[in-house]
């Protein structure tokens, strides 16, 4: 016993501790409302097992279909746009900058997508990473606007990032639909040189939406964590976050820092849009209302302390939250209790603090004794 | 002519719940609380505001606006969330905000699925009605914008502009509230509790937004849905910046952001403005807001404390 509370008090272990402490609160927040509801949690996390694994927990023994890869496939098409979210707030949030523009920047990068997809003609080997590059350059493009207001004016790149996804919203949905062929809702197919579409994976997963767009995001957490542990710039920008006052006495360009890295934050989201074009869809899409991949980005990099692999591990995990939801309203549970287990883990490494002192008692405890 | 008139009348209709959430966003941000929750806490009184109507109408009197107190309640509730994480735990204000924003379109459509079995609210009956006020409306020019087909929640808007002039401005309690936003540590000092001043600004914020939302949903839908608020949080907040966080600014860019909406709603009347696509209107609001931000940039207008938490010890 004494082992476990001194791991626990143990402020090293904090780091992974805490999220670990928010996501359990998380779902048990989500379980206590479907209990007050009126609802089984048990039904939640069959939803959950059946959406990661393909396995219906409720048809074993029942001679019915047990094991669909389908899902396997579709959890990770809803994982993929996560990860590259979460690393462009992650990244961001590194140099003490609050990304909350990820929304917008996916868009740009959707919308950049499909215009070079449609209108660029190029043999395959060159188009494909052509459409995901313009993909990537062109959220790289929305996220430098907050990066150089705040560098040369200093104006809060929260307020700027949340106004730029509405602009981002109406400007991409207009452009889109002037696209030649475009109809109100959706652009004409693609041309098949510019997908990530692979009948292969689609063929090993039973028909589900999986493409390749797995390689951009292997390579994206590459370039995340050798851009930030690697690069001499990596190590200015994460100095400028821990202490800007001493990056610039130490002769950082810290303003020059600030737009460069909400540019590369940009275009991490504006990879995330270009694989949701060139991968899940085969077409541009004229938006309705935000998707949240953003927002859900703001709450993958909180969950993965902003480090490439804990934004792996937290687009995991919300990437399951998401694929769940078409599973939960099969077995008559609201979908949005996904959102709500979401946000309240969200609220919960927001509480942070309020966790780290109740982690400390348990020493103190220990010591009365 | 005629036109003009109904275009300014729908503009107040439409500017109301914004000038009224960013007066809330105002009370916080001058307490020294971002709150970019706005959004959040509309979408709350919003669905607080027509779920009360379904079950009042009918049954009591003045139903519309026994709703709305209901709406404005819910959000006030909320508020106090993002009021202790903010105050109590010095959490991110930004983080914490957000966080309220997820759980608005989680909660209010899990609540809807709970109490109604579907993804919005029954439709409500017996809300607001456009009114002519009899005599008023016969002033010239004045009767045909403010008196004519109107609701009565426009002029809601305009009284808590006053009000929240006069309580920021001409009371004690504004003085320390907005001093609480500027130098907490004056306050404090004074023997003002920097933690009690916080909370009321925070939840007044919630209460306004909450009635914001709620007058959104009752005078422009019959029903509340997902997409009820869409955004109009967020344009409160541009108003409040683009208002320059003082009550009379926030009235003006209140108006002048539900005129961008109107416009873009007739702008197929005016010949001169047809080549002008719909979403340049829309974008309008939220393009102005980033050149106000640089205008303002050379200027400290915002509360100086806002978004920092609290300690004691600094200096």
Known sequence: MNKIKNFIANKKNHGFLIPIIAILLGFLVGSLIMLFTGLNPKDLFISLIRAITGINVNNIGTGKETFNARYIGEYFVYVMPLILTGLSVAFAFRTGLFNIGAEGQVMLGAFMATYVALTVNLPKPILLPAVIISGALAGALWGFIPGILKAKFNVSEVVVTIMLNYVGLYTTNYFIRSLPGSTSTRTVDLPAASLLKSDLLAGLTNNSRLHYGFIVVILAVLAFWFIIEKTTFGYELKSVGYNPFASRYAGMKVERNAALSMAIAGAFSGLAGAILVSGTFGYGRVLGSFENYGFDGIAVALIGGSTAFGSVLGGLLFGALKAAQPIMQINRIPRDIAIIIIASIVIFIAMRNGIKMALEKVKVKEVEK | ?315
Do not use: C
């Open chain 2, 1 to 315: 002519m005629e036109t003009i008139y109904s275009m300014l009348v729908l503009t107040l209709i439409f500017s109301t719940p914004i000038v009224i959430t960013s007066l809330g966003g105002l009370f916080s941000e001058r307490s020294g609380i971002v709150n970019i929750a706005l959004e959040g806490l509309m979408m709350f009184g919003g669905f607080g505001a027509a779920t009360a109507l379904v079950f009042l109408h009918g049954s009591v009197p003045f139903a519309p606006w026994l709703a709305l107190i209901v709406g404005m309640a819910f959000a006030a509730l909320i508020s106090v969330i993002h009021a202790y994480l903010s105050i109590n735990l010095n959490a991110d204000q930004i983080i914490s905000g957000t966080a309220i924003n997820l759980l608005a379109t989680g909660v209010t459509i899990y609540l809807a699925q709970i109490i109604f079995g579907q993804q919005r609210t029954q439709t409500f009956s017996g809300s607001f009605r456009k009114t002519t006020y009899p005599v008023l409306s016969d002033i010239p020019v004045i009767g045909d914008i403010f008196f004519t087909n109107i609701y009565p929640t426009v002029y809601l808007a305009f009284i808590l502009v006053l009000a929240a002039w006069y309580i920021l401005y001409k009371t004690p309690f504004g003085l320390r509230l907005r001093a609480t936003g500027e130098h907490p540590h004056a306050v404090d000092s004074m023997g003002v509790s920097v933690k009690k001043m916080r909370y009321i600004g925070v939840i007044v914020s919630g209460a306004l937004a909450g009635l914001g939302g709620g007058i959104l949903v009752l005078t422009q839908d019959t029903q509340y849905t997902v997409m009820s608020i869409s955004g109009t949080g967020f344009i409160a907040l541009a108003a409040l910046v683009f208002g320059r966080w003082k009550p009379a600014g926030l009235l003006g860019a209140g108006l002048f952001f539900g005129f961008s909406r109107i416009f873009s709603i007739y702008s197929n009347s005016f010949s001169f403005l047809q080549k002008l696509p719909n979403e340049f209107f829309f974008a309008l609001p939220y393009l102005l807001t980033i050149v106000a931000l640089v205008i303002f940039s050379r200027q400290s207008v915002g509360p100086k404390a806002a978004g920092k938490a609290y300690d004691k010890g600094e200096r």
